[in-house]
């Protein structure tokens, strides 16, 4: 656990290390508006808790345990990142523009960890899109595109496929167009998705997340 922090850590200090030549995303077609369904986060109504069996692999190494989070309000979620017996390392509430945490180890209790843990989980439970400014595109797999972009801040895209209504994934993007993170989702059950990848490309870090389904 030591060796996997101290070589996040060593490797997030680079994350602001940007190539400058235009990213794929300049190949975008622009839509209109008035055709397009305005963009819903999509744990927006989901009062439960949601587990997910989480998997995050840094290089070479693997760590397994759960992901729980839960909206406790409008655009407010209580996330706990716990080990597979229950023992917390984070427990993190979301704001739009706030960030508590309740409880974090001494391991993750570090400003670069946090940060990072916040980015990807605010990227997933989309509760900021209200202070992104939004914009439509297309392309020839994806008919609706939602790009948002805020000063500052690059750019994120939302890629939906209209036969479903459903998000297909999330792209972070610098403010030159070069990918950063994405988030897939796969397999939806009752608008949910089942399993949710979370891809970044500056630093080799992955954490898969599988829904743990409910006992009736």
């Not at 975008?28 to 744990?43: D, H, N, Q, R, Y």
């Not at 190494?61 to 979620?77: S, Y």
């Not at 439509?136 to 805020?150: A, G, Q, S, V």
Request: aromatic share 12%; hydrophobic share 40%; glycine share 4%.
């Amino acid at each position: 656990m030591k060796n996997y922090l101290r070589n996040i850590l060593w490797l997030s200090s680079f994350l602001f290390v940007l190539s400058c030549h235009p990213g794929q995303y300049y190949q975008l077609k622009k839509s209109k508006a008035e055709s397009v369904l305005p963009l819903s986060p999509i744990f927006e109504e989901i009062t439960k808790a949601q587990v997910y069996r989480a998997s995050m692999k840094f290089k070479d190494f693997d760590m397994g345990g759960q992901l729980v989070f839960r909206q406790m309000e409008p655009n407010v979620f209580r996330i706990v990142l716990m080990s597979e017996i229950g023992i917390k390392f984070l427990d993190m509430e979301l704001r739009p523009k706030e960030r508590i945490i309740h409880q974090v180890n001494d391991q993750l209790n570090r400003p670069i960890v946090l940060n990072l843990f916040e980015k990807d989980f605010r990227l997933l439970l989309m509760n900021d899109l209200d202070s992104y400014k939004t914009s439509y595109k297309k392309n020839e797999e994806f008919p609706i595109i939602y790009k948002l972009r805020k000063l500052g801040k690059g750019k994120r895209f939302y890629f939906n496929q209209i036969k479903d209504s459903r998000l297909s994934k999330i792209e972070k993007a610098s403010k030159f167009g070069n990918k950063k993170v994405r988030i897939q989702f796969e397999d939806y059950e009752n608008d949910i998705p089942r399993k949710v990848t979370i891809q970044h490309f500056t630093i080799p870090l992955q954490l898969t997340l599988d829904k743990v389904k409910r006992k009736k």
